[in-house]
């Protein structure tokens, strides 16, 4: 572990990422002019909002209903049955929009403060800056959907450590079988024999690396083996849910098919942040609903509504939410018209980086707040917008790093997450 620059309000963060781009018009923005202009064409809509140009239709209501929750009175989707009771447990920005409509660039910005390959993450830049609690667990670890549907367009890319030294890297977790491999010692050896292989490995490549001490592969290769062996230790008793209370595995909603795999990585993500890991981030795959979004969405929302909910009141409930920074978003909204598809009106939306909806919980996130907001369809984001790079800052405020200090030197020059500096978005911050 690390001290931060400052006194930061969390020590850990949880990043859901709804990866595919959810419609923020039919989850958390309510837009009553989608209702009144149902099939109209609004003038002056941008077409190349979308990534599809040609497929853009009439605006489209929503298919949901909306209605005000708790003392804040946010209006939310019906699909929300469960987390619409805690919205006075979270903070909602309305307001953030990014720089492509593609996914695989918008993925890089979101996850990487640029839209291309090659630079580290937030998960690799935040245990750059504070390391771990843990010895003997990943510092930052990554989850995705089993249904080969969770894995993000650019895959490792996105929990990559780029110029970053390869330590701070993203560990992904599989999701069926060993969620790593060799977790399991060698048959035939024990651990004794074990360790003195390792130590006698760790002596030739330490001889190697003082000869060659800007190797820094060497050095993550070095450190990798000895956490490796730790977690031989560690990890089988993190990843065993069969020790949990049924009260608890029901509440994340493990007893159903629809809810059991993003419960069962919802609950790990709790499990390994109180073991000390840092950053856990846990993909969920299949938002992308150019058509027949109603169907789409409406089972997407089913899988992580009642997980989702069961962590914020698990963390809440153990103490650990003030200091867990808890996070919802994709890598950019959904445009306000109906797509369509060879002529034919789809019943669903484009992509639109132009706005997007973020959900935030505990880690000192003002609780009940709205930030921001999109015009009167949703396509734009009008009020105190903020690009990608701000967001960032504020996750590493939140966290006690100032961005302008946490810097690496490569080619030629300090870099930083937000790579062009932003700025704390202060209305978040309790």
Known sequence: PKHPHFPGKAKSVIWIFVNGGPSHVDTWDYKPALEKMDGKTFEGFDRFTGFFANAVGGLMKSPFEFKKHGQCGKPVS????????????????????????????????????????????????????????????????????????????????????????????????????????????????????????????????????????????????????????????EVPGVIDLKGEPEHVRKAYGMDRQDTAEFGRQCLMARRLVEKGVRFVQVFSGGWDSHDYLERG?????????????????????????????????????????????????SLGRGHNADAMTMLMAGGGVKKGSIVGATDEIGAKAVEVAHPIRDLHVTLLHLLGLDDNKLTYFHAGRYKQLSQFGGKVIQELIA
């Open 297 to 345: 969405h409406a089972s997407r929302i089913r899988s992580v509504d009642q997980p989702m909910t069961a962590l914020i009141k698990d963390l809440k409930e153990r103490g650990m939410l003030d200091d867990t920074l808890v996070i919802w978003t994709g890598e950019f909204g959904r445009t306000p018209d109906n797509n369509k598809r060879g002529g034919v009106y």
């Open 78 to 233: 019906s699909i929300f049955p469960n987390l619409s009771q805690h919205v006075d447990k979270m903070a909602f920005i309305h307001s953030v929009h990014t720089e492509s409509n593609n996914h695989s660039p918008a993925l890089f910005a979101m996850n990487c403060g640029l839209p291309r390959m090659g630079y580290p993450c937030v998960g690799s830049w935040v245990t750059y800056g504070l390391g771990s609690e843990s010895d003997s667990l990943p510092a930052f670890v990554v989850m995705s959907d089993p249904k080969g549907r969770g894995l993000p367009k650019g895959h490792a890319a996105n929990w990559g450590a780029g110029f970053l030294p390869s330590v701070y890297q993203g560990t992904h977790f599989r999701p069926t079988g060993d969620p790593i491999d060799n977790l399991k010692r060698p048959g035939g050896m024990n651990a004794e024999q074990q360790r003195r292989q390792l130590d006698l490995l760790k002596t030739l490549n330490q001889q190697h690396f003082e000869a060659n001490p800007f190797e820094e592969e060497l050095a993550a290769r070095i450190e990798s083996f000895e956490l490796a062996y730790r977690m031989q230790a």
